[in-house]
C-alpha cells in the first residue's frame, strides 16, 4: 500500500516522504494519536518505503519486499527477516523482547537496505524494557529504525519521547470517512451516518452493525424530543453506568461520544432546514419527516444552544473524569432551555 492509499493525515505523509526523498528520515519516530487513524498501517508503509526497490519515497506495493511486509502487517507475523514488529507478551513487552531488538538492530540488513522495528503498543513497554532501548534510540546505526506507536506521549517515559521525532496524528475527517465508506460499498445514506458515528475512527466505522447504529440513533432522537419540550425522559444515555478501571472510563468515553455525535448530526440538520436548505444535503435524509417537524417547534436559538452545548461535551469527554456527570448536566441544560 503507498502513503496516497492511507485515508487522512495528508500532513504527516508529506513529512515521511520528504524525509525519505532528502535521505533525512528520524532512525527514532514516535507516533501518537487516537485509534482508527492507521498509524500502524503508516509505520508498514514506512518500513516499505525504506525497502522498496521500485520507488525512492514511496511503496510501490508490488516487489518482492513491499509484499513481505504488508503480508507482516496484515498477519501479524514475520515475513520479511529485517522487518519486526514486538508483539505484547502478557501484560507488557518485555525486557527480553528488547534486548533481543537490540542485537538484530547492530547487525546489517539480510536482504533490504534497512532493519525496522514496529512497537505497535509502545505504551506497554514495562519501565525496564523502556530504559534498556534507549541506547538505539540514541546511538542507532545508519540501517536501523525504530518505530513506535502509541496514543500520545504522556503514556510513555520522557526519556524515550526526546530521543524521538514525535508525529501526531489527528482524527480522520467525517467527509473522508464517508468517502471511504462509500467506496467500500456502503450506500450513500449509511455512509453518511456512519461517517458522524465514526468520531474520525474510520477503522472502527468500518465495522459498525448497522442495526445497532439505528438503535442508537432511535435512541438520540429522544434529546430532540427533549428540547422540543416534549414530556417524558429521553433515553439515549441510558445503560451507560459507571465502569471500573481506565479501560472501563475510556468505553464509556467511546459510547457517550457515538451517541452526542449523532445528536450533533441532528442539530446541524435542523439549522439546515431552518436555512431552507436542500433536503438532499441532510446527514440524516431518512429522518427528513421528524426533522421537518421539529424545526418547525424549535426556533433557531435554541437549536444553536443545544450544539454549543453537546460541541462542548465533545471536548470535555477526553480529559473529563467523569463523563457521565458530564452528559447528564447537558441533558439537564435541555431541559432547562424549555423553560427559558
Given at each position: 500500500?503507498?502513503?496516497?492509499?492511507?485515508?487522512?493525515?495528508?500532513?504527516?505523509?508529506?513529512?515521511?516522504?520528504?524525509?525519505?526523498?532528502?535521505?533525512?528520515?528520524?532512525?527514532?519516530?514516535?507516533?501518537?494519536?487516537?485509534?482508527?487513524?492507521?498509524?500502524?498501517?503508516?509505520?508498514?508503509?514506512?518500513?516499505?518505503?525504506?525497502?522498496?526497490?521500485?520507488?525512492?519515497?514511496?511503496?510501490?506495493?508490488?516487489?518482492?519486499?513491499?509484499?513481505?511486509?504488508?503480508?507482516?502487517?496484515?498477519?501479524?507475523?514475520?515475513?520479511?527477516?529485517?522487518?519486526?514488529?514486538?508483539?505484547?507478551?502478557?501484560?507488557?513487552?518485555?525486557?527480553?523482547?528488547?534486548?533481543?531488538?537490540?542485537?538484530?538492530?547492530?547487525?546489517?540488513?539480510?536482504?533490504?537496505?534497512?532493519?525496522?522495528?514496529?512497537?505497535?503498543?509502545?505504551?506497554?513497554?514495562?519501565?525496564?524494557?523502556?530504559?534498556?532501548?534507549?541506547?538505539?534510540?540514541?546511538?542507532?546505526?545508519?540501517?536501523?529504525?525504530?518505530?513506535?506507536?502509541?496514543?500520545?506521549?504522556?503514556?510513555?517515559?520522557?526519556?524515550?519521547?526526546?530521543?524521538?521525532?514525535?508525529?501526531?496524528?489527528?482524527?480522520?475527517?467525517?467527509?473522508?470517512?464517508?468517502?471511504?465508506?462509500?467506496?467500500?460499498?456502503?450506500?450513500?445514506?449509511?455512509?453518511?451516518?456512519?461517517?458522524?458515528?465514526?468520531?474520525?475512527?474510520?477503522?472502527?466505522?468500518?465495522?459498525?452493525?448497522?442495526?445497532?447504529?439505528?438503535?442508537?440513533?432511535?435512541?438520540?432522537?429522544?434529546?430532540?424530543?427533549v428540547l422540543a419540550g416534549e414530556p417524558g425522559v429521553a433515553a439515549a444515555f441510558e445503560g451507560l453506568e459507571a465502569r471500573g478501571g481506565e479501560s472501563g472510563r475510556e468505553a464509556v468515553r467511546d459510547e457517550l461520544r457515538e451517541r452526542v455525535e449523532v445528536f450533533v448530526s441532528f442539530c446541524r440538520d435542523l439549522l439546515l432546514l431552518h436555512e431552507g436548505g436542500e433536503a438532499s444535503l441532510l446527514?440524516?435524509?431518512?429522518?427528513?419527516?421528524?426533522?421537518?417537524?421539529?424545526?418547525?417547534?424549535?426556533?433557531?436559538?435554541?437549536?444553536?444552544?443545544?450544539?454549543?452545548?453537546?460541541?462542548?461535551?465533545?471536548?470535555?469527554?477526553?480529559?473529563?473524569?467523569?463523563?457521565?456527570?458530564?452528559?447528564?448536566?447537558?441533558?439537564?441544560?435541555?431541559?432547562?432551555?424549555?423553560?427559558?
Amino acid at each position: 500500500m503507498a502513503f496516497k492509499d492511507i485515508p487522512g493525515n495528508p500532513g504527516i505523509k508529506k513529512i515521511l516522504q520528504n524525509a525519505l526523498r532528502n535521505g533525512r528520515l528520524p532512525h527514532a519516530l514516535l507516533f501518537c494519536g487516537p485509534d482508527g487513524v492507521y498509524k500502524r498501517r503508516t509505520a508498514f508503509t514506512l518500513a516499505q518505503a525504506l525497502n522498496c526497490r521500485n520507488a525512492a519515497d514511496d511503496a510501490c506495493g508490488e516487489c518482492e519486499s513491499c509484499r513481505a511486509i504488508r503480508r507482516s502487517e496484515e498477519t501479524g507475523e514475520t515475513w520479511h527477516p529485517d522487518i519486526q514488529e514486538l508483539s505484547v507478551e502478557t501484560q507488557a513487552i518485555k525486557i527480553e523482547q528488547v534486548r533481543a531488538l537490540k542485537e538484530a538492530a547492530y547487525l546489517r540488513p539480510m536482504t533490504a537496505r534497512a532493519r525496522v522495528f514496529i512497537l505497535s503498543e509502545a505504551e506497554r513497554l514495562s519501565d525496564e524494557a523502556a530504559n534498556s532501548l534507549l541506547k538505539v534510540l540514541e546511538e542507532p546505526p545508519g540501517f536501523s529504525y525504530v518505530l513506535l506507536i502509541a496514543p500520545s506521549p504522556d503514556v510513555l517515559l520522557p526519556t524515550i519521547v526526546s530521543r524521538c521525532r514525535v508525529l501526531t496524528f489527528l482524527p480522520i475527517t467525517r467527509e473522508e470517512v464517508e468517502k471511504q465508506l462509500r467506496g467500500d460499498g456502503q450506500p450513500d445514506e449509511r455512509a453518511r451516518a456512519l461517517s458522524f458515528v465514526a468520531g474520525g475512527n474510520l477503522e472502527r466505522a468500518a465495522v459498525f452493525d448497522w442495526d445497532e447504529v439505528q438503535e442508537l440513533r432511535e435512541r438520540t432522537w429522544g434529546l430532540v424530543r427533549v428540547l422540543a419540550g416534549e414530556p417524558g425522559v429521553a433515553a439515549a444515555f441510558e445503560g451507560l453506568e459507571a465502569r471500573g478501571g481506565e479501560s472501563g472510563r475510556e468505553a464509556v468515553r467511546d459510547e457517550l461520544r457515538e451517541r452526542v455525535e449523532v445528536f450533533v448530526s441532528f442539530c446541524r440538520d435542523l439549522l439546515l432546514l431552518h436555512e431552507g436548505g436542500e433536503a438532499s444535503l441532510l446527514f440524516n435524509p431518512d429522518y427528513e419527516a421528524r426533522l421537518r417537524e421539529a424545526a418547525e417547534v424549535l426556533d433557531r436559538r435554541r437549536i444553536l444552544e443545544a450544539l454549543r452545548g453537546a460541541e462542548g461535551v465533545l471536548a470535555g469527554l477526553p480529559r473529563n473524569l467523569n463523563p457521565t456527570l458530564l452528559v447528564s448536566a447537558f441533558v439537564a441544560s435541555l431541559w432547562s432551555s424549555n423553560d427559558a
